[in-house]
């Protein structure tokens, strides 16, 4: 199941299903042991804290598809409800953001990609790492630049696929780094 996504009546009904099965056979002695939640995620892939959040709500309904849970939605949920020392338009007012926009451009803000380095890629440590595995490499080359020892390299081509730089305003004599 996906992390983050509704679940819908079948999934909330698979999942009590799957944890009435696995209580009933440790019940009987014929299953596997250890915690419930823990078979029914083995099991179906769904994460502890939402098998309990289902299960809870069965036993309070006898119905798993009465109550709508979410899977991280609902932690947000309850992290919005906290109370609050002030109201936010007490304290700053209200400003639409096209008219932000216009003003940060006034000032000499530009809305930017970053540079996609690291800043501290001229250190000294790295400076000198480089040159040392620059020198490894050159010392494993024969006189017609052929390695001498085989040379494994790793594809990290995987890593950086879906890698998109954000943007941010800068101001014009400002440089920033993506990290």
Request: with cysteine; aromatic share 8%; glycine share 6%.
């Amino acid at each position: 199941m996906v992390k983050g996504k509704k679940l819908s009546d079948g999934e909330r009904t698979m999942i009590v299903n799957a944890y009435k099965f696995f209580l009933k056979s440790r019940t009987e002695g014929n299953g596997a042991t250890g915690r419930t939640r823990k078979l029914v995620k083995e099991c179906l892939g769904t994460p502890e804290s939402t098998v309990g959040r289902v299960w809870k709500a069965y036993n309070d309904h006898q119905d798993p598809g009465t109550a709508e849970y979410f899977t991280i939605m609902k932690q947000q949920e309850e992290r919005r409800d906290r109370p609050q020392i002030y109201e936010v338009e007490d304290v700053a007012p209200t400003i639409a953001s096209r008219a932000m926009s216009r003003l940060l451009r006034r000032l000499g803000y530009r809305y930017i990609k970053g540079e996609n380095r690291h800043y501290l890629a001229d250190s000294v440590q790295h400076v000198a790492f480089r040159a040392t595995y620059l020198q490894r490499k050159i010392a494993n080359r024969d006189k017609n630049n052929n390695p001498i020892r085989p040379e494994v390299y790793l594809d990290e081509s995987s890593v950086n696929v879906n890698d998109v730089r954000g943007t941010t305003w800068l101001s014009g004599d400002r440089k920033r780094y993506a990290a």
